[in-house]
């Protein structure tokens, strides 16, 4: 079975805290993918990584860095945490191939409160 | 980079058919996709579309016009377990870069 693991399900951290999230996949993908979800604005992706320590800026990739040292394991950090990061953040991972095969695999989402 | 439009809410009956519409504008496409995801889980895999024309799934559709920048996802014998929100994303030819819309919540009624 596909899996595509997040270390934490919920998180409670103090402003100006850094914070990991990590996220591990047991597909051999390529393509891995950090995105956060607020009511009423979807999935908005933070970063993205096609390679072992490649990583490319997604559409809201300020206050957030990534890190990629492995193929399976894809790191997000908040370098110091602030209210406005409190969200559910998702990690999903893909093959680069065409076609069907190149369907996204989610995690189960770390939500994360920041106080 | 992608925009992605898609309407925020619709409510069907059960056993009725509901469409779901949703627009883009990429600068380099590589396909498009469908994702289910109900409240308080992760989404999960629907509907796969790189070619124009219909992909049909047991009670699920989707369709892809590339030249309009459209596509949609066609739900039939709408059951109550159908009720979720369907998220529209497309993925870049350039950088395998996979945007998503704001999706779209279906409540299907007795």
């Known amino acids: 079975d596909v899996k595509v693991t997040q270390s934490s399900r919920y998180l409670v951290k103090r402003t100006g805290e850094k914070v990991f999230l990590e996220c591990v996949q047991d597909m051999d993908h390529e393509n891995m993918f950090w995105y956060r979800q607020d009511p009423g604005l979807g999935l908005r992706l933070i970063y993205f990584s096609y390679d072992v320590k490649m990583k490319e800026k997604g559409d809201i990739p300020e206050g957030y860095s990534v890190s990629r040292e492995k193929k399976e394991r894809f790191s997000l950090i908040l370098e110091s945490a602030s209210t406005n990061q409190t969200s559910m953040y998702l990690c999903?991972?893909?093959?680069?191939?065409?076609?069907?095969?190149?369907?996204?695999?989610f995690g189960q989402g770390t939500r994360l409160t920041v106080v | 980079g992608q925009n992605i439009d898609q309407p925020t809410e619709m409510t069907a009956t059960e056993g009725a058919i509901v469409q779901i519409n949703c627009t883009y504008q990429t600068s380099g496409f590589n396909g498009l996709f469908w994702y289910q995801q109900h409240a308080g889980e992760a989404p999960t895999f629907l509907s796969y579309n790189v070619l124009d024309g219909l992909e049909e799934k047991g009670r699920f559709s989707s369709f892809l016009s590339r030249s309009k920048g459209y596509s949609y996802l066609l739900l039939k014998e709408l059951q109550m377990k159908d009720s979720a929100s369907y998220l529209c994303a497309v993925r870049d030819r350039n950088d395998y870069k996979l945007s998503f819309g704001a999706g779209t919540t279906v409540t299907v009624r007795a």
């Open positions: 999903a991972s893909s093959s680069p191939f065409e076609g069907v095969s190149a369907e996204a695999f």
